[in-house]
Nanobody, 112 residues
């Protein structure tokens, strides 16, 4: 059974950092393009970052220069390092695998 489990969310002050993890099981992780998305209350889910199976990365303009996506194929895990956090980064963060699997989300709250 394909599954993604996010962790690492929490409450942090503006300017702080968090590292999200997304552990995959039941899929051939190494061949999947992986993405992070986020959703704030009352807003649509928005794309945050992508990492290809070859390690190429791409970011939404709103997080470029502050967030870094990475993957460890040996651990079937994708990460999102978030630095210089802003209150507008507050959201439920989801990871997504190319084959259409979603995690349950991890909450990030940034206080001003």
């Amino acid at each position: 059974q394909a599954q993604l489990v996010e962790s690492g969310g929490g409450l942090v002050q503006a300017g702080g950092s968090l590292r999200l993890s997304c552990a995959a099981s039941g899929i051939i992780f190494s061949i999947n393009v992986m993405r992070w998305y986020r959703q704030s209350p009352g807003k649509e889910r928005e794309w945050v970052a992508t990492i290809t199976n070859g390690g190429r990365t791409n970011y939404a303009d709103s997080v470029k220069g502050r967030f870094t996506i990475s993957r460890d194929n040996a651990k079937n895990t994708v990460y999102l390092q978030m630095n210089s956090l802003k209150p507008e980064d507050t959201a439920l963060y989801y990871c997504n695998a190319q084959i259409g699997v979603w995690g349950q989300g991890t909450q990030v709250t940034v206080s001003s």
